[in-house]
């Protein structure tokens, strides 16, 4: 029996790009192969999801850079579109939970539908790919190159959906995210890109922050101390010299950036130490590109996202991002 579902066309009120005979979806889960020209699908049995201002979501699923389905939650204004979209990406590890609040929640979701823009949540894969150093027992949980293609994949699919102007596309992540979105920005054009409190950043000025007596949460301390051991030296002498030890970070990608940057990081960010992101951008600058900060005193790690709850620094980082995704979605 076929692992797949016929959907009847024009089904949802999202609008999906389907067949005169319906879209295939996946009923299987994230494991059963991907069927060619599917980028973003509804979920098997999934339903519309009405919200009180007028938009519509639904549970969905996007096609991966290998053709593996990872969970997502696509939303978007009333009305017919095209409009502009943002891709969203969550912090922590793979969690359904999490994409699908992502999607439905206030902040900044619900802004942007107001601000007339599709959203589209997504989702990492579990993975299992730990490096080990056989000099020590240490295990350097990577954050490996198949988590940005899948989200370079998902990018492409948002692009073509019917109701998205694939010209206008920007993305946001936090934490983890804001890692993955930091290596997107240099493999794609986009309209432009926000990271919040993005972890784990950049090794080296992590480095340079505990040399500074920078209050920083005790395992990103161990991230650092765990890349000495992978890489096989000192993170200041790694400095010197970052192509000859293969390392790479955000940062030796800055010269690739391909659009506009907002950081939202808060000063008492123990994940992500302010002092990071500064160097980040005063490089970007150096270089030409364009980058904007809010970093308010007071912006514990998830304050972007409302966790654990929301504060006034949520509301303004919130309205920082959609003037800022509004001004590059201007044409």
């Known amino acids: 029996m076929s692992t797949f579902k016929r959907i009847a066309a024009g089904a949802s009120m999202l609008g999906w790009a389907m067949p005169a005979a319906g879209i295939e979806t996946n009923e299987a889960g994230a494991d059963s192969p991907a069927q060619p020209g599917v980028g973003v699908r509804p979920l098997a049995d999934s339903e519309d999801e009405p919200f009180p201002d007028g938009s519509t979501g639904r549970i969905s699923e996007f096609r991966g850079c290998e053709g593996t389905y990872l969970p997502a939650y696509v939303r978007k204004p009333k009305g017919d579109g095209p409009f502009p979209a943002v891709v969203l990406l969550h912090g922590g590890a793979v969690s359904k939970e999490a994409t699908y609040g992502t999607g439905r929640g206030q902040w900044p979701a619900a802004h942007f539908i107001a601000a007339g823009w599709a959203i589209v949540a997504i989702d990492y894969r579990p993975t299992k790919a730990p490096l080990t150093n056989p000099a020590g027992a240490v295990v350097f949980p990577s954050l490996p190159p198949i988590e940005w293609n899948d989200t370079l994949a998902a990018i492409g699919a948002v692009r073509s959906l019917p109701f998205v102007d694939g010209k206008r596309v920007a993305v946001m992540g936090g934490s983890h995210g804001g890692y993955v979105m930091s290596k997107v920005v240099s493999r794609t054009d986009l309209s432009c890109a926000i990271f919040c409190a993005p972890a784990i950043f950049d090794l080296i000025e992590l480095s340079k922050a505990m040399e500074q007596g920078v209050n920083m949460a005790q395992v990103i301390k161990n991230k650092v101390a765990e890349g000495e051991q992978k890489y096989g030296a000192p993170m200041a002498v790694i400095a010197r010299n970052p192509a000859a030890y293969g390392y790479e970070s ?17 000063r008492n960010d123990h994940a992500s130490p302010v002092s990071v992101m500064q160097a980040y951008v005063d490089k970007l600058h150096a270089l030409g590109k364009e980058a904007e900060t809010y970093f308010p005193d007071n912006g514990p790690h998830g304050f972007y996202w409302g966790i654990k709850t929301p504060i006034p620094e949520t509301e303004e980082s919130t309205k920082r991002a959609v003037a800022f995704i509004r001004k590059h979605f201007a044409p």
Do not use: D, K, Q, S
């Open 250 to 266: 955000a940062m030796t990608e800055a010269a690739n950036v391909r659009c506009p940057i907002l950081i939202i990081n808060g």
